[in-house]
Structure formats: C-alpha cells, structure tokens
C-alpha cells in the first residue's frame, strides 16, 4: 500500500510542476512587454534644466492636458523636484492668464 501512494505523489507531481511551467509560460509574454517597452527618464534632468521660467509657456504647456489639468508625474515621468517647479509655473502662468484654468469638454 505503502509503495502505491509514493507511486501516486510522484506521478502527481511532475503534472503539478508542468502545469505551472505552462501558466508562467502564457503569462510571461504579458509581463515582458509591459517592462521593456518604455522607461520613462525626467525631461529637465535629462536636458540639465535647473530652474524651469514659467514665460516658457510652449514647455509648460506639454505638461498641462487639453482642458487645462496638470499632467501627473506618472504620466509625464518628470521627477518630483522638477514636477514641483512645473505645477508652480502652471499656476503662475494660469494666474497671469498665459494659461487657462479650466476649458469646457467638447
Ligand atoms: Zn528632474
């Protein structure tokens, strides 16, 4: 009896471990495109810009969206230190009117 049931695992187990090997083969794929495609680096590190001008209103721009929000730093890739400067010149440039604070949805 004894020797059936070490039989019955071992047969067992190599199903066990070939069906794991074909899930992470089918997931694998996924995963690698998701890593390898993008990496994102800080525009102003990249191009070693200190301080960011808010009267660069072109630059300050391509960080708001269309209706006028903020771009988040997830979006953009831009640093935290840098994002800081960016959201400051935004609000700048919104108060002196280079930029809208909000545009209605078409
Ligand atoms: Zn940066």
């Known amino acids: ?19 794991n090997q074909e899930n992470t083969r089918t ?4 995963a690698k495109k998701r890593f390898e495609s993008r990496r994102k680096v800080c ?22 969206m269309d209706s006028g929000k903020i771009l ?7 640093c935290a230190k840098h994002q800081r400067q960016v959201t400051q ?7 002196l009117a280079f930029l809208a604070y909000c545009l209605p949805k078409k």
Request: charged share 30%; aromatic share 6%.
């Open 72 to 78: 988040s730093r997830r979006i953009t890739g831009t």
């Open 89 to 95: 010149a935004i609000k700048r440039d919104r108060n």
């Open 43 to 64: 525009k102003f590190c990249a191009e070693k810009i200190d301080h960011i001008d808010y009267k660069n209103i072109q630059l300050i721009k391509s960080f708001t």
């Open 27 to 30: 997931a694998k794929p996924f």
């Open 1 to 19: 009896m004894s020797e059936e049931n070490n039989t019955n695992t071992q047969n067992s187990q190599p199903k066990e471990a070939a069906q």
